[in-house]
């Protein structure tokens, strides 16, 4: 949409219009207000990745295959931090203003800790051209 390219992908907007009305309909009766939430993500899972290939082949120029990548890589990241952050919660108590704030410092510390080793291993190259860009 950004690159103005809404009438090349206007098949995809109203493609999830369609994908979520019908499901919230059938699944709301077996399932409730969950049951739409679901066809809701269904309907916009489907135009992400629509947009993931179009993007790819028409604008970007480059393999899906990177995009899956860099995904699978960061949400590990992210299954690290989760994991890592639920520790601290165990280890630190939170009864307190102060002490959650020390907690909340704690796993910011160790999220970004996290996601810098991971950039450091998968993307030591990009990373190295961020720091250099940031320290200037």
């Not at 990548?69 to 108590?93: C, D, H, K, M």
Request: hydrophobic share 55%; proline share 2%.
């Amino acid at each position: 949409i950004a690159a103005g390219h809404f009438r090349q992908t206007k098949v995809a907007a109203y493609a999830e219009a369609v994908i979520n009305v019908t499901l919230s309909v059938v699944l709301v009766w077996a399932y409730g207000i969950p049951g739409v939430a679901f066809a809701t993500f269904l309907a916009t899972a489907m135009r992400f990745f629509y947009y993931v290939v179009y993007l790819s082949r028409h604008i970007f120029y480059r393999p899906i295959g990177l995009f899956l990548r860099r995904t699978l890589i960061n949400s590990l990241s992210f299954a690290a931090s989760v994991a890592a952050g639920l520790l601290i919660v165990q280890i630190i108590p939170t009864e307190s203003y102060l002490s959650w704030a020390v907690c909340a410092g704690v796993n910011a510390l160790l999220t970004a800790s996290i996601t810098m080793a991971f950039n450091y291993v998968f993307y030591r190259g990009e990373l190295s051209d961020t720091v250099k860009k940031f320290l200037k």
